[in-house]
C-alpha cells in the first residue's frame, strides 16, 4: 500500500518545495505559510466557474466580428459565423470553429464541475481518470484563447477605411474573459484532493 505524504504527517511548501512535519505552519526556508490542503481552493474553483459560464453566454449571443464595407455590414457571433463558413462550403473551417469554441469550451465548463463535485461527493471516476482529466482542462486551457487571436488579427490586418473594415465585437471580449476565467478555475483545483479519502 502507497502511503501519501499526508498520511506520513508531512506536509510540502508550495513556495519552495521542502518537507516538513504536519505541525509546522511557515516554512523556515523561504517563510511561506504551510497548509496540507488549501481550505478556500474549492470555493475559487466555483467562483472562477461560476464567473466564467456568466460571461460565456454574451460570448455566444453577440456579434464576434463586425464586417462594414462600401455597402454591406454584416455582425456575426459564433454560431452564426459557423453556419456562414458552412454555407460557403468551409466545412473544414467551419468545424475547427466549432470545436474550438463551442465544444472545448462546454467540455472545459463540464469537466471542471465535474472534478469539483468529484472531490465533494466521490468516486464517479478512478483517481487515476479524475487526475488525467485534470491534466486535459490544463492542458486545453492554453489553446482556448486561438478565436481571440484569429480576432484580433482580422481586425489588425483588415483596416482598408474606405472599402472595408473589421473590428471586435463584445462577444470577443467575453470569450477572452471566459477562456481567463475558466483557466483560473482549473488552476485553482488542487489536484492533491482527489487522492484524500
Given at each position: 500500500m502507497t502511503v501519501t505524504a499526508r498520511q506520513a504527517g508531512l506536509v510540502a511548501c508550495t513556495r519552495c518545495g521542502r518537507v516538513w512535519p504536519a505541525d509546522v505552519h511557515t516554512c523556515?526556508?523561504?517563510g511561506a505559510p504551510l497548509s496540507s490542503r488549501d481550505p478556500g481552493a474549492l470555493q475559487r474553483v466555483w467562483a472562477w466557474w461560476i464567473a466564467g459560464l456568466v460571461v460565456y453566454i454574451?460570448?455566444?449571443?453577440y456579434p464576434m466580428l463586425i464586417t462594414r464595407t462600401l455597402n454591406y455590414s454584416s455582425e456575426a457571433t459564433i454560431l452564426g459565423g459557423v453556419i456562414e463558413l458552412l454555407s460557403h462550403g468551409d466545412v473544414l473551417v467551419a468545424l475547427v470553429v466549432f470545436v474550438a469554441s463551442i465544444l472545448i469550451p462546454v467540455g472545459k465548463f463540464i469537466a471542471i464541475g465535474f472534478l469539483a463535485l468529484s472531490v465533494e461527493k466521490r468516486r464517479w471516476m478512478s483517481e487515476h481518470g479524475q487526475h488525467r482529466l485534470h491534466a486535459v482542462v490544463e492542458f486545453i486551457g492554453r489553446w482556448s484563447m486561438i478565436d481571440v487571436f484569429v480576432v484580433?488579427?482580422?481586425?489588425?490586418?483588415?483596416?482598408?477605411?474606405?472599402?472595408?473594415?473589421?473590428?471586435?465585437?463584445?462577444a470577443a471580449v467575453s470569450f477572452a474573459l471566459s477562456v481567463a476565467f475558466t483557466m483560473l478555475?482549473?488552476?485553482?483545483?488542487?489536484?492533491r484532493t482527489i487522492w484524500d479519502d
Open positions: 523556515a526556508r523561504c454574451p460570448a455566444n449571443v484580433a488579427i482580422l481586425a489588425s490586418l483588415v483596416r482598408f477605411d474606405a472599402v472595408a473594415t473589421i473590428n471586435p465585437g463584445i478555475a482549473a488552476q485553482s483545483f488542487d489536484p
